[in-house]
């Protein structure tokens, strides 16, 4: 090995240690038990993924995905990291960037949010705003080869970061919490799709440790994810910008394994809104929209297995802070230019509670 092969492995060598150390030294996220009426017979549980360092879910995708780029000699020291975000990713590979003192460029619409814009730059990132969500892939891949840097690509990658048999995946994280619980193996876990990974990883664990755990997945109004699960065609499905930041997207992405989904459920935006507020209601925790997105399929099922009178447990996750949307989602002007109206399905939620009966 060359002189200078061997400072590559050293400085990487050290990149892998902090990032690992700095996994060592968190603990792992919340399980919040939220509460329900008795007489359903049905726990339902958020796993807080907004206490990460970085504040949310794709704080386990950027450590994953910088590993991944380390381990197969992507990224080297110097290195520019770019990525193609709707916000919360690039928000987390900002900070992981800064860890290991690589610059950071994030590619992303000007409708992404100004909070998530700031965190992003608070962490030593740069942002590249685009008009739409379509352009974010090419200028991404642009940026990389002319810094010489590196497209991290999350759409791409994001399924094969992490390992899914275990290692500290989500998926095992939520099993780890439910072992004292009345319903150790839930019915349903009940996530969304942004990249796919997410749903991959835990689709696949439930598989290979043989569970009877059904996984659903959420999607906004008018994303391609939906049509490409129930058509079964990834490669034609289209749809449009998710309003939902996170999650939904115009193209099924590479990331999205549909055949380890057992069911998945369309979501209006305003009901996601409704469902996000409702939360802080119900338990007191002020959550973002995709957060919201994730409930609203949550309470369906609920509704089947009380109509059902069947027992049993259902997990999703808090993906971010409602604090990251103070000026748009939680802001009542901002929702009646976007054309969201969340009251209805708001009262929706209260009677459901109130009476056991989804009327959806």
Known sequence: MSKSGIQDRAWAHEAIRKIEAENNRSADTHLYAVPLPEHWGVDLYLKDESTHRSGS?????????????????????????????????????????????????????????????????????????????????????????????????????AERATDWR????????IFQQ????????????VVGAG???????????????????????????????YPAWLDGDCGSASGLPSRIEGIGRPRAEPSFVPAVIDHMIQVPDAASIAAMRHLAKLAGLHAGPSTGTYLWGVWQLIAGMVAEGRRGSIVSLMCDSG?????????????????????????MLDNFLDTGTWNG
């Open 57 to 157: 879910l794709k704080h386990r995708l950027a450590r994953s995905l910088f590993l991944y780029g380390l381990v197969n000699g992507w990224i080297t020291e110097g290195t520019t990291i770019v990525e193609a975000s709707s916000g919360s990713t690039a928000v987390s590979e900002a900070y992981f960037a800064r860890l290991i003192g690589l610059p950071f460029i994030a590619v992303m619409t000007k409708t992404t949010s100004p909070e998530k814009i700031a965190l992003i730059e608070d962490f030593g990132g740069a942002c590249l705003l685009v008009d739409h969500a379509s352009e974010v892939y090419a200028v991404a891949e642009d940026t990389a080869r002319t810094s010489g840097g590196y497209y991290m690509d999350q759409f791409t990658f």
């Open 178 to 189: 439910l072992a004292l619980e009345r319903h150790p193996v839930p019915e349903w876990i």
């Open 323 to 347: 604090e990251r949307y103070a000026g748009s989602y939680y802001d009542a002007g901002w929702l009646a230019r976007q054309g969201l109206e969340p009251a209805g399905y708001e009262q």
């Open 195 to 225: 990249t796919g990974g997410t749903s991959a990883t835990i689709g696949r664990y439930l598989r290979y440790n043989r569970h009877s755990t059904r996984l659903a997945v959420v999607d906004p109004e008018n994303s391609a994810f």
């Open 166 to 173: 275990g290692n500290n995946n989500i998926a095992e994280s």
